[in-house]
């Protein structure tokens, strides 16, 4: 089987790293492309899991040199995906990457291969709950992310999938499907 590259997105608080993180646990051939961002850790990440921590100028001297298969700005802060690690990966397992509806229409772009998989809340009540429920955040970051919610999910129609996180084994299921090539592209 060839080795995919998915992209999965959908607003913060959806429950997709959850999703993802347990799809890798259980699957020895995919892992998770590591991004590089400028913004802080936070309490619990580690430098080259969550993410690889870069300062400004560490980043920009990456973008300079075409390091990132895409890259975006959120809140003051850049992410951006290291091209040589998907490219080397995708030689022997699948990757996923977990980025925003920016990021990910890039990728597409770039590399129209790519599986695009939106994960969605069965409720926009429901994600709020979640996200404020975060202790790992103000109430301005939150706000922040609140804000762009209803951004995020209009643009749902450019993905090859949507999956709606409503029970979370049955959307790691369909996810699984999707990678495995058993599920049907709307
Ligand atoms: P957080 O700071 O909560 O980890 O991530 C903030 C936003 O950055 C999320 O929407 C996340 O999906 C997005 N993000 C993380 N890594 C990347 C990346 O490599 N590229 C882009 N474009 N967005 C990313």
Excluded: W
């Excluded at 400028?38 to 969550?50: C, F, I, L, Q």
């Excluded at 975006?72 to 690690?85: L, R, V």
């Excluded at 706000?143 to 959307?171: C, G, I, M, P, T």
């Amino acid at each position: 089987m060839k080795h995919k590259l998915m992209v999965v997105s959908g607003p913060s608080g959806v429950g997709k790293g959850t999703i993802v993180k347990t799809l890798i646990k259980r699957r020895s051939d995919v892992v998770e492309s590591v991004s590089c961002t400028t913004r802080a850790p936070r309490e619990g990440e580690t430098h080259g899991k969550e993410y690889f921590f870069l300062t400004k100028a560490e980043f920009l001297e990456r973008l300079e040199k075409q390091d990132f298969l895409e890259y975006d700005e959120h809140f003051g802060n850049y992410y951006g995906t290291p091209i040589s690690f998907v490219e080397e990966t995708l030689k022997t397992k699948s990757v996923i990457l977990e980025i925003d509806v920016v990021g990910a229409l890039n990728v597409k772009k770039r590399l129209p291969e790519a599986v695009l998989v939106m994960i969605v809340p069965p409720s926009i009540e429901e994600l709020k709950r979640r996200l404020e429920g975060r202790e790992t955040e103000t109430a301005e970051q939150i706000q922040n992310r609140l804000s762009r919610l209803e951004y995020e999910l209009s643009q749902k129609e450019k993905y090859d999938f949507v999956v709606v996180n409503d029970e979370l084994e049955r959307a790691i299921s369909e996810v699984e499907g999707i990678l495995d090539g058993s599920a049907c592209k709307k």
